[in-house]
């Protein structure tokens, strides 16, 4: 079992930045593909980026390309998703997931075996 714990989200101007963090509870998060979805209001879950074990490859949505940045640390079992450039529709709920997966090619959440509970991204124009 791996409990995932999101933080970093909040309420932003067009332009700036925010930087999530998911902190998960187990040591053997290297042995997960993680990835960031994200939700808006009455909209399906999206998927926003994918890396991979060792974090040497990463992949993204389209809208987000060139403007978000995901990473992990496994030795702080911590993944992240830097958000640059926010734009009003960015604005949702974001969540992280663990796939018990080898390569970074996930990006439906029915691949995902684990997820947290979400933090609130707000870009305002």
């Known amino acids: 079992q791996v409990q995932l714990v999101e933080s970093g989200g909040g309420l932003v101007q067009a332009g700036g930045s925010l930087r999530l963090s998911c902190a998960a509870s187990r040591r053997t998060l290297s042995s997960y593909v993680m990835g960031w979805f994200r939700q808006a209001p009455g909209k399906e879950r999206e998927f926003v980026a994918v890396?991979?074990?060792?974090?040497?490859?990463?992949s993204y949505v389209d809208s987000v390309k060139g403007r978000f940045t995901i990473s992990r640390d496994n030795a702080k079992n911590t993944a992240f998703l830097q958000m640059n450039s926010l734009k009003p529709e960015d604005t949702a709920v974001y969540y992280c997931?663990?796939?018990?997966?080898?390569?970074?090619?996930?990006?439906?959440?029915?691949?995902?075996?684990?997820w947290g509970q979400g933090t609130q991204v707000t870009v305002s124009s």
């Open positions: 890396i991979s074990r060792s974090g040497g490859s990463t």
């Open positions: 997931a663990a796939a018990p997966l080898d390569i970074a090619t996930a990006r439906r959440p029915d691949e995902y075996d684990y």
